[in-house]
């Protein structure tokens, strides 16, 4: 398979002979213009050189640096000021913060989010605790430094924080812009606004504890601050997500049906993977196979319902089949009642949202769970309560038109996602709760009780808010 080293990095030439042992042919671009001129389908590995604080991989290095400082001093890392931290990153800052607690130091983390709720992470930060390290969230910061001393300003969104400290220990490694050239070249998408904090985030490494991954399933980024000299640590998951870019990466992708198509791009536009091109002979988009994530947020923004979806084992499910599929799930696609198109009418004065079998003692709550973070805790969340759980593949998925034809049938919906930047497919939790405010609004508008579709956020440790807002939507009252 040939395959795209993008990228000038000290690393390249050591990469090519192990990407070769395992049978890829490597291409080496340094620019942008190079790059466009290769075949789009030919996978990317973009190699980032980035140099790291000592102070947070040098043990010897960060003791030496707080000789001078008492033990009640404040010692601060400083996480995501410009760019969110790496998994690398932020297991460098555990490891540095942990040890120097261990040395009896008074210590607190800032970052913008955490991967506290994540596998792997949960009992490092658990027991990082337990050391009295302190981690404060921000949302906003302020530093400014006056003889010799840093002075941190910081928002949370709720409330202002200051405190002082003698060692302010800046932790990331900001990227090149070459990096974001290649990524925009590539339809890569980033998260984080570099307006606020200065840089975009590319690799999808949030979420990922393997290195590599970005939105793009064909395109792997190499931060080599992490490598740490050595190039061998990466290969062999390199090798793998690279074989496996062979076959489609889901059981259900997306389908267009092109005589549907408006040819709108909206899909184009929302597609957190980049996984739609034009078909510009047809006029009508196309889903490429290889590169869907399955998320379904194609699906719940396509005003003219033109996006539907299959098996990957394309014998099985005949066109026919597919379509059925989607509107067995739904019923008719409601008309363009996407997250951006403020003007479409509900439409709902022909569609009675009263309860069909209203009166009946059976489920009078509907949940949609996203399969990432609410579903896998629904078993253990809703012990008890009657409710009809849906699992869906992103908060993404759940269009205005599930919600609708829901309460057709349900005195409450509720829609429960990912929270802060957890989502794995970008912003789908975002689009999520931003459109069932909008519904709420309009159904307020319209003379329904608004209260009857709410939104949750949660990560995959908080069962108890999960069953907070079950039982909140269940009584009918105001999250
Ligand atoms: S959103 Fe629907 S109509 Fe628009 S381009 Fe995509 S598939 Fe076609
Ligand atoms: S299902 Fe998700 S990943 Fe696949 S094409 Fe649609 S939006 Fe993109």
Redesign the pocket.
């Known amino acids: 398979m040939k395959t795209i080293l993008a990228g000038k990095s000290r690393y390249t030439e050591s990469l090519k002979p192990a990407l070769h042992d395992a049978g890829f042919e490597t291409i080496a671009v340094e620019t942008v213009p190079e790059l466009k001129a290769l075949p789009k389908a030919y996978p990317v590995i973009l190699l980032q050189d980035t140099e790291l604080n000592p102070l947070i991989t040098d043990k010897r290095g960060a003791e030496a640096a707080i000789l001078g400082l008492k033990p009640k001093d404040l010692i601060v890392f400083l996480m995501d000021q410009n760019q969110d931290a790496s998994p690398y990153i932020e297991n460098c800052v555990l490891n540095m913060a942990s040890h120097l607690a261990g040395l009896k130091r008074n210590i607190a983390v800032l970052l913008r989010s955490s991967r506290a709720s994540d596998f792997g992470f949960d009992e490092r930060y658990r027991t990082a605790r337990k050391k009295g390290i302190a981690f404060v969230k921000y949302e906003n910061i302020d530093i400014s430094s006056d003889d010799g001393k840093t002075r941190i300003e910081l928002w949370d969104g709720s409330a202002k924080l200051t405190m002082e400290t003698l060692l302010c220990i800046p932790c990331e490694a900001s990227p090149a812009s070459e990096l974001y050239a290649f990524a925009d070249a590539l339809h890569v998408r980033t998260y984080g606004d570099r307006a606020v904090s200065g840089s975009r985030g590319v690799s999808g490494g949030r979420w990922f504890l393997n290195q590599g991954t970005t939105f793009k399933r064909n395109v792997k980024l190499i931060h080599t601050d992490s490598l740490g000299q050595d190039t061998r640590s990466i290969v062999p998951s390199l090798i793998r997500d690279l074989k496996e870019l062979n076959e489609p990466g889901q059981e259900k992708?997306?389908f267009v049906d092109s005589k549907k198509c408006a040819f709108c791009f909206t899909?184009y536009r929302?597609?957190?993977?980049s996984?739609?091109a034009p078909d510009e002979n047809n006029e009508a988009m196309k889903?490429e196979e290889l590169?869907?994530?399955?998320?379904?947020?194609?699906?719940s923004n396509c005003p003219a319902g033109a996006?539907a979806?299959r098996d990957t084992e394309p014998d099985r499910t005949s066109e026919g089949e597919v379509m059925q599929q989607r509107t067995d799930f739904i019923g008719e696609p409601m008309e363009a009642m996407g997250q951006d198109t403020e003007s479409v009418a509900l439409g709902t004065e022909d569609m009675e949202l009263g309860r069909e079998d209203a009166g009946k003692e059976s489920q009078k709550l509907k949940i949609f769970c996203c399969e990432n973070s609410a579903f896998p805790l629904s078993s253990e969340a809703l012990i008890g309560i009657n409710a009809a759980i849906q699992p869906v593949a992103c908060g993404?998925e759940i269009s205005t038109s599930m919600i609708l034809e829901a309460l057709k049938q349900y005195d409450s919906v509720l829609a429960a996602v990912c929270c802060d930047d957890a989502c794995k497919?970008r912003d789908g939790n975002k689009r999520c709760t931003r459109q069932v405010e909008r519904l709420k609004e309009r159904l307020g508008k319209l003379g329904y009780d608004p209260n009857r579709i709410n939104s949750v956020r949660i990560g995959i440790t908080m069962a108890d808010i999960l069953r907070k807002a079950a039982l909140t939507a269940l009584k009918g009252e105001v999250r």
């Open positions: 992708i997306a899909c929302v597609c957190p993977h996984a739609l889903a590169l869907c994530e399955g998320c379904g947020t194609c699906g996006i979806f993404g497919h």
